[in-house]
């Protein structure tokens, strides 16, 4: 079993942690078979009164990304919309605590999470996930995932310039990459790989939290994910 350090947060990645994901995931267990309930997607939606659906959360450490996915999550269930967020950091406190941040085992937590993002979003429920996810493979295995199975994915680039992440720097992550505390950390010695075509762009340097909540709130509005009307 491969043991988290506890020294090395979400951030930190590793040599090699690009590298793509693989296609499919392996399937060890046998004679299973798959399960229809007899309560539809469609059932589910109607009755909730909107569509399911993942938002996806990226960006660098200190981006912005958690505060924003808190603040979302708050507007939409006061609008009387379904969400859960799922929280990069929160993760590895129980279904992920398993995992360390080898390549294998970063590309088990991007895995795990987007299987439980879209369980979340079958059930008419809009998943929020905030996750630093760096590298495009990862994301698009996530997207990928959702898109085979009939779901929205609503990525949302948190962007940031890295001298602000650094000021910023609520966790002191920044300081202790700079230090050689933390190696291979995300924005200071190992890349981040922006995204190139996001639904949503937020510039969190320049735009409040309220804004930014706004901005994402119309979107999911105008493209009627947030009723079955359209």
């Known amino acids: 079993m491969t043991k988290v ?11 090699g942690a690009d590298r793509p994901l693989v296609a499919e995931a392996t399937t060890k267990a046998a004679n299973i078979t798959w399960h229809e309930g007899d309560v539809s997607r469609e059932e589910r939606e109607n009755l909730l009164g909107h569509k399911g659906l993942t938002i996806w959360f990226t960006g660098l450490s200190a981006s912005g990304k958690s505060t924003i996915a808190s603040a979302l ?46 369980l979340f979003a079958d059930g008419a429920v809009v998943a929020i996930t905030s996750f630093i996810s760096p590298y495009r493979a990862d994301r698009e295995q996530a997207r990928e995932l959702h898109e085979k199975a009939g779901l929205p994915f609503v990525e949302v680039f948190v962007d940031v310039p890295i001298e602000v992440a650094e000021q910023r720097d609520p966790k002191g992550l920044y300081k202790k990459a700079r230090a050689g505390q933390i190696k291979e ?30 901005k994402i709130y119309e979107y999911l509005n105008d493209k ?3 009723s079955l009307s359209q």
């Open 5 to 15: 350090n506890p020294e090395a947060p979400e951030g930190a990645a590793v040599p």
């Open 185 to 214: 950390f995300t924005g200071i010695d190992a890349p981040y790989e922006a995204p190139e075509k996001p639904e949503i762009h937020v510039c969190s340097d320049k735009e409040s939290v309220e804004d930014s909540v706004k």
């Open 224 to 226: 009627g994910f947030l």
């Open 73 to 118: 999550e708050q507007h939409l269930l006061h609008k009387g919309t379904t969400a859960y967020r799922l929280d990069g950091d929160n993760v590895r406190f129980g279904l992920n605590k398993n995992l360390g941040f080898s390549p294998e085992d970063r590309t088990e937590n991007i895995r795990r999470i987007s299987e439980v993002a879209k």
